[in-house]
């Protein structure tokens, strides 16, 4: 099995504000894997006396505590377990009815020697690869549907389409949310390779139009997972003064991705 994790900030500054993690259980019977996307909010009070990496760190180890131990429990219920465990962690402390309370997207995969379960939430993307190397994009792609003049800017989403119905939805404070999901389970024999990115790796199809799916597919699995961070990085680099692909998003974001040949 190869499996290669990266995760980088946008700005050195900064903390990163995604997560990234892979569970390989002991007994070698199938892992799991989990990849946030912390959003971040704009300037001003978020009714919340914690950062985003405070909230994903949470999160995000609860997923990956609870998808590798308890194989009983769904993706759905997982997802709803881990939100449920973290705005425990500080809801005596922060207002969690806040609009811009901490929140994150989610990929989230589990595989033993029959299946794939997948679970995606925002615009983080999952990518599997068949044997025959067809690549499909497990996709929620609400957020793509939103009026773009819903959204102030293409990273920051106004409070009136976040977590609301006819918008989109991300992993906050609310265990129900869970059940918005993009979930499904494959069998194992159709999947022979898989990949978690976050919208900082995503822009390479996304933004750049560097090529689709399947080329960014091939480019992971053939120059490894900081490579390919790194092109996007120089791409990002190429378009900071003529904005030509980005607009109005920020020049570099947290950038994570985890690929897992099983």
Request: net charge negative; proline share 5%.
């Amino acid at each position: 099995m190869r499996i290669e994790l990266t995760t980088e900030p946008g700005d050195p500054e900064r903390p990163n504000e995604d997560y990234a993690s892979v569970a390989l259980p002991a007994s070698g019977q199938g892992g799991s894997l989990v990849v946030l996307d912390g959003v971040t909010p704009p300037s001003g009070d978020a009714g919340c006396l914690h950062s985003v990496p405070w909230f994903t760190a949470r999160l995000g180890g609860a997923l990956a505590e609870l998808s590798a131990s308890r194989r009983d429990m769904t993706l759905f219920d997982i997802l709803a377990a881990a939100i449920e465990r973290t705005a425990d962690a500080h809801r005596g402390t922060c207002d969690l009815s806040h609009p811009r309370t901490p929140q994150a997207t989610v990929v989230l995969a589990r595989w033993d020697a029959e299946r794939l379960e997948h679970l995606v939430l925002s615009d983080s993307a999952l990518l599997v690869e068949a044997p025959d190397g067809t690549v499909t994009a497990l996709l929620d792609d609400r957020l793509d549907r939103v009026p773009r003049a819903s959204l102030v800017s293409d990273a920051v989403a106004d409070a009136t389409v976040r977590n609301k119905e006819g918008g989109f939805f991300t992993a906050a404070a609310d265990p129900d949310v869970a059940r918005r999901a993009v979930t499904g389970t494959l069998p194992r024999a159709e999947v022979r390779a898989l990949a978690a990115l976050t919208d900082g790796v995503t822009r390479w199809v996304e933004k750049f139009h560097e090529g689709d799916w399947t080329d960014l597919f091939t480019l992971i699995r053939k120059e490894g997972a900081e490579a390919v961070v790194a092109r996007v990085r120089a791409l990002e680099d190429a378009d900071a003064q003529a904005r030509t692909y980005l607009r109005r998003s920020k020049t570099h974001d947290d950038a994570s991705l985890v690929y897992a040949e099983l």
